[in-house]
């Protein structure tokens, strides 16, 4: 671990005057991806490639510079969860007693598209009690902490593991994406129901890929409006929602039983959540008459696709993720990031409840061009800093856009913002006392629950 001596910016975030609770989550986050790859022999760490355990000191420096008050953020659950019952808390002690110190509001990021190697993969129907279990521990140990992202991603996590074959399982078949998905999905739903019974207010940002499947040929309709089912059945079941007929028959005949399908109808805590939905140049796609998929780049956009996803849950909307490479011209980023906060206004203009805006990540990635499923080593400059921790060009725009946007956008929304409670404001008599308040909500709720 490094000297955690405090530099004169941490003196000066620590002696910064109290703010009010922001009302828009401009967010921005530290990529935390770890699946395995190649039959589990190798992991595929994003802390550890992108030097987060050597710089977390001055990665949290750099959302100073930025004035980010967001972050999404969690411990490696390979490096924390080291058995069941079993912890080792010392890095996730370091850093998020730095966030807490500085202000900064984690959305804690707790399974970022792998397990620990004791638990194998997301084909362990041990999975979701044990991660609910791990859950727990963290909300306990870290009380103050109250925006939650508890699995990251369960549709592209159970995709990439079991469908395609790139991480962790490797597998392609429909019974293993089914199978990883119910375990995935209900992992988040058990991390929900534990993470309240510590933290009674908790809210759960989940993000979620949004996606659509364009038809490119009228023999393409078909497949393509399997596939627009298809990416729903992630928050379908995490929010209880009767998933479509011909899903429901799909997930049935690759090993989903009925107590598992209502399980899911019966314990959903959507009252608890906002939908995070992220999306990138290549969450659309094209669709053959063989039902074979490849990028379609951006047709409708951000805007149109969140009003789909909003249609069908009817919840607050944040926008978890995006990025885009600086390119030879060296403002392809920067353009990006205009155009998804022209889409995050549209969307608000359409009365879609949307209550922040994310880049990620803070700093540049490796291999995500291949999905980090070969180790090229090759740097994405898609970070508001480089490596070196240099800012980017589209790290100065959005720190323009946060200046500008911070204050004006709340007061011309609609009417929600999110009741963020400070890490400072944790122990403030108010906060106590709505957090009796949602506690004593969440017992009547799950009591109810039993009694029918």
């Given amino acids: 671990m490094q000297d955690v001596t405090r530099s004169p910016s941490r003196q000066a975030g620590a002696n910064r005057q109290p703010t009010r609770t922001p009302l828009f989550l401009f967010a921005t986050g530290i990529e935390n991806s770890y699946p395995t790859i190649q039959n589990g022999r190798v992991r595929r760490d994003q802390m550890e490639e992108c030097g987060h355990y050597r710089l977390w000191e001055r990665d949290f420096d750099l959302l100073e510079e930025l004035d ?37 509001v984690p959305i804690a990021d ?33 009380p103050w902490v109250q925006l939650y992202t508890p699995v990251n991603e369960m ?15 490797q597998l392609k078949s429909d019974r293993g994406f089914v199978t990883a998905l119910k375990h995935l999905v209900k992992a988040n739903v058990l991390a929900m129901h534990a993470i309240l019974e510590e933290r009674p207010d908790a809210i759960f ?19 393509a409006e399997i596939q627009n089912a298809r990416r729903f059945l992630s928050l379908d ?35 608890h959540c906002i939908m995070g939905n992220d999306f990138y140049h290549t969450n659309e796609h094209r669709v053959d008459p063989g039902g074979h998929i490849r990028p379609a780049g951006e047709v409708f956009g951000y805007d149109e696709i969140t009003r789909q996803y909003h249609d069908r849950y009817g919840l607050p909307v944040m926008h978890t993720e995006t990025n885009f490479d600086q390119g ?32 990620y990540s803070l700093t540049d990635q490796i291999d995500w ?72 909500y969440y017992r009547s709720e799950m009591k109810a629950k039993n009694a029918n």
């Fill in 369 to 440: 061009d291949v999905a980090l499923r070969e180790q090229r080593g090759r740097v994405n400059p898609r970070g508001l800093y480089d490596l070196d921790r240099t800012i980017r060009p589209v790290g100065e725009a959005y720190k323009r856009l946060l200046s500008q946007w911070r204050e004006v956008l709340p007061t011309q929304s609609v009417c929600l913002f999110v009741p963020v409670v400070l890490p400072s404001e944790y122990d403030e008599p108010m906060a106590v006392r709505r957090r009796e308040g949602w506690r004593r």
């Fill in 155 to 169: 549709f592209i996590c159970a995709t990439f593991s079991a469908a395609t074959g790139y991480w962790n399982e």
């Fill in 237 to 271: 079941l995490n929010y209880g929602r009767p998933v479509d007929s011909e899903m429901h028959e799909f997930m049935l005949d690759n090993g989903m039983t009925r107590e598992e399908y209502h399980f899911f109808l019966d314990n959903n805590l959507r009252h």
């Fill in 110 to 142: 707790l399974c970022h598209f792998g397990v620990p190697e004791w638990i194998g993969d997301f084909q362990n129907p041990d999975f979701p009690a044990l991660f609910a279990e791990y859950a727990g521990a963290f909300a306990r140990r870290f």
């Fill in 328 to 359: 030879p011209e060296g403002d392809e980023a920067v353009d990006w990031l205009w155009k998804q906060w022209a889409n995050v206004l549209r969307v608000r203009n359409n009365r879609v409840p949307i209550v922040g805006f994310t880049w």
């Fill in 68 to 104: 980010v008050r967001f972050l999404r953020y969690g411990p490696p659950l390979h490096r924390t969860f080291m058995g069941q019952g079993r912890y080792d808390w010392e890095f996730a002690d370091l850093t998020f007693a730095r966030l807490k110190e500085r202000d900064i």
């Fill in 205 to 223: 940002i989940q993000s979620e890929s949004t996606e659509y499947f364009h038809a490119e040929h009228p023999q393409a309709i078909k497949p």
